[in-house]
């Protein structure tokens, strides 16, 4: 009876051994020094002081360093364009992105837009980066984009938080316009955005 029970016990731990070792050596793999911000102007922080944009504020949550490679106006195509520059070449562990609200504003079609979004995400991870996506949802205007970010989390295996202005838009005290937040705003995303990588730090 021992001796079958050490035999059908056996397979069990060593498959849970195996998980472990492979869960562990996953999160091993991610390499790199930094984390960048990476995006338009959410990143950069359009509406709020430069010291209260969320890279800055997720930067004292966190205690370290965060740089902030946001540029406002920025579209997917723009963003592939400066990506070598500004993350790849900047040794990247976490990179939190926040694209697609450009292209949704100016008309991009949506399988452009993502086909860019996706291409930067896999050179992000092919650097041993984890990335963060922070997705854009916007009510009556969305164009199927919300679904976009989620087949895109799914297919690279990205973190997403799928609607990374859930609660501010329409809120004037969290917002400086009908598009950026205000530092307050910033102050949100930052928490979010920290919640996301927190394990990874």
Request: net charge neutral; with cysteine; charged share 20%.
């Amino acid at each position: 009876m021992q001796t079958f029970l050490l035999r059908s016990i056996l397979p069990i731990l060593l498959c849970f051994f195996l998980f472990t070792a492979c869960g562990q050596s996953e999160q091993l793999a991610i390499r790199g020094q930094n984390i960048i911000c990476f995006g338009d102007s959410l990143t950069f922080g359009t509406g709020a002081p430069h010291d209260k944009s969320y890279p800055a504020q997720l930067s004292v949550a966190i205690g370290r360093p965060v740089i902030n490679a946001g540029i406002p106006g920025d579209t997917t195509a723009r963003a592939l364009q400066r990506l070598n520059q500004d993350v790849l070449s900047q040794s990247p562990r976490i990179v939190l992105i926040t694209l697609g609200g450009n292209d949704l504003k100016n008309g991009v079609d949506k399988k452009t837009a993502f086909k860019n979004l996706t291409e930067i995400v896999k050179a992000i991870q092919a650097e041993g980066a984890l990335v963060v996506i922070g997705g854009i949802k916007l009510l009556f205007w969305d164009r199927g984009y919300d679904e976009e970010y989620a087949k895109l989390a799914e297919k690279t295996g990205a973190i997403l938080i799928p609607d990374i202005l859930s609660g501010l838009m329409g809120n004037e005290q969290l917002m400086s316009d009908t598009i950026h937040p205000n530092a307050a705003g910033y102050e949100i995303m930052a928490r979010r955005f920290h919640k996301a990588i927190k394990s990874y730090l």
